[in-house]
């Protein structure tokens, strides 16, 4: 069973610095899109930033000049910068791989990592 594996989160302080890393856990035919979110407690999970095996990027208003995501195509591997936190980015975060495809002839799936938690002090 494939898995995404994140690493990377924890508390820091405000203004400082946190870079998040997810890789998948075996080796793939391809990925389309590997993208971070984060959530809340009772609220939506909201999108922070996608890249496509492209280089095509997309983020959130909120994050925009202060975090930057970047991938490994060859390890399947992403990785979100993040930096100038601000206590409002406090929550956890959650890696997704879309339109994953395990193994040839197989249909793309969508996976989702289990969750990061970022904490910002004052």
């Known amino acids: 069973q494939v898995q995404l594996v994140e690493s990377g989160g924890g508390l820091v302080q405000a203004g400082g610095s946190l870079r998040l890393s997810c890789g998948v856990s075996e080796s793939i035919v391809s990925v389309n899109v590997m993208a971070w979110y984060r959530q809340a407690p009772g609220l939506q999970r909201e999108l922070v930033a996608k890249i496509s095996t492209y280089g095509n990027t997309n983020y959130a208003d909120s994050v925009k000049g202060r975090f930057t995501i970047s991938m490994d195509n060859a390890k399947n591997t992403v990785h979100l910068q993040m930096n100038s936190l601000k206590h409002e980015d406090a929550d956890v975060y959650y890696c997704?791989?879309?339109?994953?495809?395990?193994?040839?002839?197989?249909?793309?799936?969508?996976?989702w990592g289990e969750g990061n938690e970022v904490a910002v002090s004052s």
């Open positions: 997704k791989a879309e339109g994953l495809r395990v193994r040839i002839g197989r249909r793309d799936v969508d996976y």
